[in-house]
């Protein structure tokens, strides 16, 4: 198993510990820490090395409910957009920009860290003002 893997299991050992708001932002190597005890096969980090995984231990259920449904709305408004999308070579290049920080299998860096996540919102920015700039 990678170190990746054993990453993603530790979290997941921490996520049951705090199901509903989770061990808070930037916490997961403090959460990390006080459960490495219980299975050496456990691997601690400072963050879980995947969005979706970090949105799940850091903020709980409840932040992660909020942040999968902010995401279920983006991706729909790029759907009901999708004829500008594709004729528009600049608004679906910031389309995959922004997609491909969110595919639930690659690995990430920490979504806290402001410098990781200005691009994805950037491109997010550049996309939806040319939705709104799109002549139908």
């Not at 009901?80 to 070579?89: P, Y």
């Not at 491909?100 to 990430?108: A, G």
Request: aromatic letters at 20%; proline letters at 4%.
């Amino acid at each position: 198993e990678s170190s990746y893997g054993r990453i993603f299991h530790t979290g997941v050992a921490i996520y049951k510990e705090n199901t509903i708001f989770g061990i808070g932002p930037k916490h997961f190597q403090q959460g990390c820490n006080s459960i490495l005890y219980k299975n050496p096969n456990y691997f601690c980090s400072t963050h879980p090395h995947n969005i979706f995984m970090q949105m799940l231990v850091e903020l709980g259920a409840i932040g992660f409910s909020l942040f999968t449904i902010m995401l279920f709305f983006i991706f729909k408004n790029c759907y009901n957009n999708r004829n500008k999308l594709i004729k528009d070579s600049i608004a679906f290049g910031a389309f995959l920009c922004f997609a491909s920080k969110y595919i639930p299998i690659i690995s990430t860096s920490s979504y806290f860290i402001a410098w990781s996540v200005v691009p994805s919102w950037f491109m997010l920015g550049i996309l939806f003002s040319r939705f709104k700039n799109a002549k139908n």
